[in-house]
């Protein structure tokens, strides 16, 4: 379960960046912290695909997320099977084909770590986020990329590189791709990205 968590928030590095031509990367972290300050809900969809090394196979799902200010996400897959992940404040709700689980977060120092990775994550923070992350940005002009090296465990035991790839043209993260200690790689790619739009408080709840 760790491992599904952790791979839940590692595809929300979704904040929008507002930044072209060429600029110096210490711009590029703040113009991405500053939109972030701005940020009071987002919404997409995604398309995951999963390379597993071993059996040279590859699987694809699908899904939505929400997030709003305050420490409210919700992020599900909805194909081929669903899981459903939702942080509202304190508490967090997992839901899948067995059934629903409760977690106080205050009451779980692993959960209070990942959910502060998550909003860091959510609101695009996280690329200066040096107390977790060995961070590098490469680039230029309309092509940035952060490539993104775990310094704690349990995510350093896990993965080894997670790289985030900036479509500058559309001021939008276009994909994530995470590559895991034992070889297997997960690329999430969003679509329909929509920042500041009302979103119902019901989708941070269990129905």
Not at 96 to 112: D, E, L, P, W, Y
Request: hydrophobic share 40%.
């Amino acid at each position: 379960m760790k491992k599904q968590i952790f791979i839940f928030f590692l595809f929300l590095l979704t904040a929008p960046a507002l930044f072209a031509q060429n600029y110096s990367q210490a711009q590029v972290r703040q113009r991405i912290n500053n939109v972030a300050a701005n940020m009071r809900t987002m919404t997409c969809n995604f398309v995951q695909t999963k390379t597993l090394h071993m059996l040279k196979s590859k699987v694809t799902s699908r899904g939505n997320m929400y997030y709003s200010r305050a420490n409210r996400l919700r992020w599900e897959y909805t194909s081929p099977y669903h899981y459903t992940f939702i942080l509202n404040g304190q508490t967090v709700w997992l839901k899948n084909s067995r059934g629903n689980s409760r977690i106080n977060v205050a009451q779980s120092k692993m959960f209070k770590e990942i959910t502060r990775i998550m909003m860091s994550s959510v609101l695009g923070t996280c690329v200066s986020n040096n107390r977790d992350f060995n961070v590098s940005l490469q680039g230029h002009g309309n092509s940035w990329q952060a490539v993104m090296r775990p310094k704690r465990s349990p995510m350093k035991q896990m993965f080894s590189t997670i790289t985030v790839y900036f479509d500058m043209a559309r001021s939008m993260v276009s994909s994530v791709r995470m590559v895991e200690r034992n070889g297997d790689t997960t690329v999430i790619q969003l679509r329909n990205v929509r920042t500041n739009t009302p979103v119902n408080a019901k989708v941070f709840s269990l129905n």
